[in-house]
């Protein structure tokens, strides 16, 4: 069960470790694209090309045939990843093992829709992978297995997805394999990372450049960081700090570093609307960006 890019390598170690699936779970297909066709997500495409059938329900707590028909498949266990659905109670009862959740972050902390990128934001050392039982609270449920990674001054989302979806793929084989004892999360050190709004791809100046740097960093490739710059909207793709005082989102030379509330941030590849994203260099030479140019 599971909808989004980092459930994928988990299905495909299921599958290719011979584990009889009995069915995907995955979010119904959504308009994508110019055309707003129906476009089926990332795990449908990837069960679909493995020849494996696949189910996507709209919803599920209120639903009591689409529960009638989990519960039919007479599971030894189901698999969650970033399905994006609730699991009403008698599902979460309905297999043999339970449900298993691949969570992205080292629970407690960071139970919630978007782990990646919190952990970075929050400057935190490292991040990683917890596999628990799943139960009717929000990440609450007791661990199985856990593997941590650390996080570098330039670990990004998407390279911090990539890195903990071939993580969860091992480490779900090995729950299944293994039948570890679950451990009940610890009582204290519980965060939570609320899911990500377009809104929050803004880039505040008057925040520190630490602060900026892990906000671009945990935001690539979604929702991204942007400011504006004469009037355009301008994405910030990577960026790094730089030395340098100044007011708060002014140019402090002609190369696009930004003064900030603390420290500066030299943006290294931009982007404008409907162009090709560049590096800092090539894009100055097309749109010059003198020192004392304001960014909102």
Same mark, same amino acid.
């Given at each position: 069960?599971?909808?989004?890019?980092?459930?994928?390598?988990?299905?495909?170690?299921?599958?290719?470790?011979? +584990?009889?699936?009995?069915?995907?779970?995955?979010?119904?297909?959504? /308009?994508?694209?110019?055309?707003?066709?129906?476009?089926?997500? #990332?795990?449908?495409?990837?069960?679909? =090309? &493995?020849?494996?059938?696949?189910? @996507?329900?709209?919803?599920?707590?209120?639903?009591?045939?689409?529960?009638?028909?989990?519960?039919?498949?007479?599971?030894?266990?189901?698999?969650?990843?970033?399905?994006?659905?609730?699991? #009403?109670?008698?599902?979460?009862?309905?297999?043999?093992?339970? %449900?298993?959740?691949?969570?992205?972050?080292?629970?407690?902390?960071?139970?919630?829709?978007?782990?990646?990128?919190? $952990?970075?934001? =929050?400057?935190?050392?490292?991040?990683?992978?917890?596999?628990?039982?799943?139960?009717?609270?929000?990440?609450?449920? /007791?661990?199985?297995?856990?593997?941590?990674? /650390?996080?570098?001054?330039?670990?990004?989302?998407?390279?911090? +997805?990539?890195?903990?979806?071939?993580?969860?793929? =091992?480490?779900?084989?090995? =729950?299944?394999?293994?039948?570890?004892?679950?451990?009940?999360? /610890?009582?204290?050190?519980? @965060?939570? $990372?609320?899911?990500?709004?377009?809104?929050?791809?803004?880039?505040?100046?008057?925040?520190?450049?630490?602060? &900026?740097?892990?906000?671009?960093? $945990?935001?690539?490739?979604?929702?991204?960081?942007? @400011? @504006?710059?004469?009037?355009?909207?301008?994405?910030?793709?990577?960026?790094? *700090?730089?030395?340098?005082?100044?007011?708060?989102?002014?140019? &402090?030379?002609?190369?696009?570093?930004?003064? %900030?509330?603390?420290?500066?941030?030299?943006?290294?590849?931009?982007?404008? *609307?409907?162009?090709?994203?560049?590096?800092?260099?090539?894009?100055?030479?097309?749109?010059?960006?003198?020192?004392?140019?304001?960014?909102?």
């Amino acid at each position: 069960m599971g909808s989004p890019d980092f459930a994928v390598p988990a299905l495909r170690a299921l599958h290719d470790a011979g +584990h009889v699936i009995a069915a995907v779970y995955a979010q119904p297909p959504r /308009p994508a694209g110019r055309g707003q066709a129906l476009r089926p997500s #990332p795990v449908q495409a990837a069960a679909e =090309a &493995l020849g494996l059938p696949v189910r @996507t329900p709209a919803r599920l707590r209120q639903d009591a045939q689409a529960q009638a028909a989990f519960a039919a498949l007479d599971l030894d266990a189901a698999v969650v990843a970033a399905y994006g659905l609730i699991l #009403p109670p008698a599902m979460l009862a309905a297999p043999a093992r339970g %449900c298993l959740n691949i969570h992205a972050s080292l629970l407690p902390r960071w139970r919630g829709a978007a782990p990646i990128q919190a $952990a970075i934001l =929050a400057g935190d050392a490292e991040s990683g992978i917890t596999v628990m039982q799943m139960e009717a609270g929000l990440d609450t449920g /007791p661990m199985l297995l856990r593997e941590a990674v /650390p996080i570098t001054p330039r670990t990004t989302g998407a390279s911090l +997805h990539d890195t903990l979806a071939e993580i969860g793929a =091992a480490l779900i084989l090995r =729950a299944l394999d293994e039948r570890p004892d679950p451990v009940p999360q /610890p009582a204290e050190g519980v @965060t939570y $990372a609320p899911k990500l709004e377009r809104a929050d791809a803004r880039l505040d100046w008057g925040q520190p450049a630490a602060a &900026l740097d892990r906000r671009v960093r $945990a935001f690539d490739p979604w929702p991204g960081t942007a @400011t @504006t710059l004469a009037g355009a909207t301008l994405k910030v793709l990577t960026a790094e *700090p730089a030395k340098g005082e100044g007011p708060a989102g002014v140019t &402090l030379d002609d190369r696009l570093t930004v003064a %900030c509330g603390q420290g500066a941030l030299r943006l290294l590849r931009v982007q404008l *609307p409907g162009r090709a994203a560049l590096d800092a260099a090539a894009f100055l030479r097309g749109h010059p960006v003198p020192a004392g140019s304001r960014l909102g």
